[in-house]
């Protein structure tokens, strides 16, 4: 009896302790639960998993063939200068000429314009984008930032080379462009927008009614910010003109001059905020069905509010983004070597399998065979087996273009929760209501009329 009462007394002793322990331990897992909560940028991480959906695959591909075969049509007007050797390959072309010396690119025209067959730009710019972009991610992993930075910029001067000597091409193209990513971009934004929200999977038509219902808004948004430089840089170009009248010019430039700077730093805000927050107009599209007005005033507010988180997301997202990058580069370069290698065992003779496929590598995926040495029936299995290879590489980029719109999506959803307090669950449903609430106005104004009619009798 006494070891019993011992033991309940000593529980009843205990009992308090353990209590206060166990509260400890749930108050320490509740505090430890929402630190980890209020850490945002882990969900980046689950952008893999989403650009690689099927759908997206889908769309992103589509668009991509749909754009390569604008500029194929659009190439064969091959304006870009090229140096080939006596096998027919390109040696060097106006482009290079270009990123060496800009000043030299008009004598290069000039001295080797029509004496060889020319190429198109489309194809130009999508070898140079392709080598820039793999060196892009080298640094990356070499942690050398100003590799990323210098293969970023040489692509943008690749384009600024377009533009001042393929002017008609790029306008044409960029339209075209601007166009298929409107469609394919806003509905990989509202796909993603829905999956990380509510962890709903919106179809493929549900998905593109939607970025055609919102087309304006998509295709607008990137050129509205353009249209606002061209407009305020007019008045300095005016000034500027009026700079030219003899004795008074300089008289009216100095008076106005102070209007000319507060005009110049409007350019250099909507510049910076175009720049920086061109990623978050689509997702803002995607996520609020804002206007394009709405969506450059998102963007731009989270750019220049909190512009180090943003900076912070985009940096994790580009590391992660490199890393999945390789990993899928990886696997299809497994692909086609296993499927290569496995060919060439039944294959009598290498040379007859490396005529028609040259084995890949892991940085030429797609190698161009010669043509002009094989026959007609070595043409058209060359030709398939280009073409397939072709879709591999083609899904390989989907896949960048799936991410990219996938990441930039998770990020605007972060920045809007740290800017403005919104919810990440949050998101745009008028668009579907919209479909739903006309049939059920009507079905409720057939239950009602019998009601209305019998009343009245």
């Not at 060496?100 to 190429?119: F, H, W």
């Not at 892009?136 to 080379?161: L, P």
């Not at 007005?293 to 180090?308: E, L, M, N």
């Not at 003779?349 to 084995?359: F, M, P, S, V």
Request: aromatic share 14%; charged share 15%; net charge neutral.
């Amino acid at each position: 009896m006494r070891g019993a009462e011992r033991r309940s007394n000593l529980d009843s002793f205990n009992s308090p302790i353990v209590t206060f322990l166990k509260g400890t331990k749930m108050v320490s897992e509740n505090n430890s639960s929402k630190v980890f909560d209020d850490l945002l940028f882990p969900k980046i991480f689950r952008t893999f998993r989403m650009a690689i959906q099927p759908t997206k695959l889908i769309i992103t591909f589509l668009a991509l063939a749909i754009i390569c075969l604008a500029g194929w049509i659009m190439d064969f007007s091959e304006t870009v200068v090229v140096i080939r050797n006596t096998q027919g390959k390109i040696t060097d072309t106006e482009l290079q000429t270009y990123m060496n010396n800009p000043d030299q690119v008009q004598s290069y025209i000039e001295r080797y314009g029509g004496k060889s067959r020319g190429t198109g730009v489309f194809s130009t710019l999508w070898r140079f984008a392709a080598t820039k972009f793999q060196g892009a991610v080298d640094s990356v992993f070499e942690f050398k930032v100003r590799g990323v930075v210098k293969n970023i910029a040489d692509y943008f001067r690749a384009v600024e080379w377009a533009l001042r000597h393929h002017f008609v091409y790029c306008i044409i193209f960029f339209v075209i462009n601007l166009t298929v990513i409107s469609i394919a971009g806003g509905a990989i934004c509202r796909i993603a927008a829905l999956q990380f929200a509510r962890g709903e999977k919106p179809g493929l038509t549900e998905a593109l009614r939607f970025s055609t219902k919102r087309f304006t808004s998509f295709f607008t948004a990137p050129l509205v910010p353009v249209g606002i430089i061209i407009f305020i840089g007019l008045f300095i170009f005016l000034l500027g003109l009026m700079g030219n009248i003899p004795w008074a010019g300089e008289l009216i430039m100095g008076i106005f001059v102070l209007l000319a700077l507060i005009a110049g730093t409007l350019i250099a805000v909507v510049l910076i905020g175009a720049f920086a927050g061109f990623n978050l107009m689509f997702p803002a599209v995607a996520y609020d069905g804002s206007d394009c007005f709405d969506a450059i005033s998102r963007s731009f507010s989270y750019v220049y509010t909190k512009p180090w988180r943003m900076g912070f997301y985009t940096a994790i997202a580009a590391v992660y983004g490199a890393l999945c990058y390789t990993f899928v580069r990886f696997f299809a370069f497994l692909l086609l070597w296993v499927t290569h290698r496995s060919l060439q065992l039944g294959v009598w003779g290498n040379d007859k399998l490396t005529a028609i496929w040259a084995e890949p590598h892991l940085r030429d995926l797609l190698v161009t065979p010669d043509w002009g040495a094989l026959n007609w029936p070595q043409s058209i299995a060359a030709f398939l087996i280009y073409l397939c290879s072709s879709a591999i590489v083609g899904l390989l980029v989907s896949f960048i273009i799936s991410f990219y719109f996938s990441a930039n999506t998770i990020i605007y959803s972060l920045m809007r929760n740290k800017v403005d307090n919104t919810a990440l669950e949050d998101v745009y449903k008028y668009f579907d209501e919209a479909e739903i609430e006309p049939s059920t106005i009507e079905s409720q104004i057939d239950e009602e009329q019998p009601d209305s009619s019998s009343s009245q009798q």
